[in-house]
T-cell receptor
Framework: AQTVTQSQPEMSVQEAETVTLSCTYDTSESDYYLFWYKQPPSRQMILVIRQEAYKQQNATENRFSVNFQKAAKSFSLKISDSQLGDAAMYFCAYTNTNAGKSTFGDGTTLTVKP | DAGVTQSPTHLIKTRGQQVTLRCSPKSGHDTVSWYQQALGQGPQFIFQYYEEEERQRGNFPDRFSGHQFPNYSSELNVNALLLGDSALYLC??????????????FGPGTRLTVL
């Protein structure tokens, strides 16, 4: 069974600074997708970024980028120029391409200080 | 473009009762997955529906059942409620595997409290 581990229960960052959230996963599969989701206190889970395992290039979406290390089974999220609106719980998720279901980590609560 | 919608927003039940939660997928999506999210934890996969059939199931007892309708909307039913069933129930929709799917879009959730 796949597992996803987020080792940082809480992180904080100063507004306009950069922060990196860590995620590791365990799988025997070679083809899969990885996701970062954001869940603000209003609780709607929002897709931040996705990475296909077969792609070597790291995904980027505006201020959000990932560092995908397939051999190390590591998938970190970097948030640049942090904004107050980035404050939320961030979840890392693994999805097997054959199964379609997602396995989530327990999340990292990000606080952004003005 | 309508996103994923869920109803009701909040629900309070007592132990032993039965509950039905509803979900309408994002426009154009045909696959619906249900997750249970306990306070302070990540979502746990309950099951997934495609073409009106349960395609996959997580480690949840048979008290949890579901249904998908021809319009792709879905229901989650929980029988014989336990205190431990109190959680946020999330619905996610996606396209079918092999059609460029796998990215799941979530609804706002239903907060179930069992007393």
């Amino acid at each position: 069974a796949q597992t996803v581990t987020q080792s940082q229960p809480e992180m904080s960052v100063q507004e306009a600074e950069t922060v990196t959230l860590s995620c590791t996963y365990d799988t025997s599969e070679s083809d899969y997708y990885l996701f970062w989701y954001k869940q603000p206190p209003s609780r709607q889970m929002i897709l931040v970024i996705r990475q296909e395992a077969y792609k070597q290039q790291n995904a980027t979406e505006n201020r959000f980028s990932v560092n995908f290390q397939k051999a190390a089974k590591s998938f970190s999220l970097k948030i640049s120029d942090s904004q107050l609106g980035d404050a939320a719980m961030y979840f890392c998720a693994y999805t097997n391409t054959n199964a379609g279901k997602s396995t989530f980590g327990d999340g990292t609560t990000l606080t952004v200080k003005p | 473009d309508a996103g994923v919608t869920q109803s009701p927003t909040h629900l309070i039940k007592t132990r032993g009762q039965q509950v039905t939660l509803r979900c309408s997928p994002k426009s154009g999506h045909d696959t619906v997955s249900w997750y249970q999210q306990a306070l302070g934890q990540g979502p746990q996969f309950i099951f997934q529906y495609y073409e009106e059939e349960e395609r996959q199931r997580g480690n949840f007892p048979d008290r949890f059942s579901g249904h998908q309708f021809p319009n792709y909307s879905s229901e989650l039913n929980v029988n014989a409620l336990l205190l431990g069933d109190s959680a946020l129930y999330l619905c996610a929709s996606s396209l079918a595997i092999g059609t460029g799917g796998l990215t799941q879009y979530f609804g706002p959730g239903t907060r179930l409290t069992v007393l």
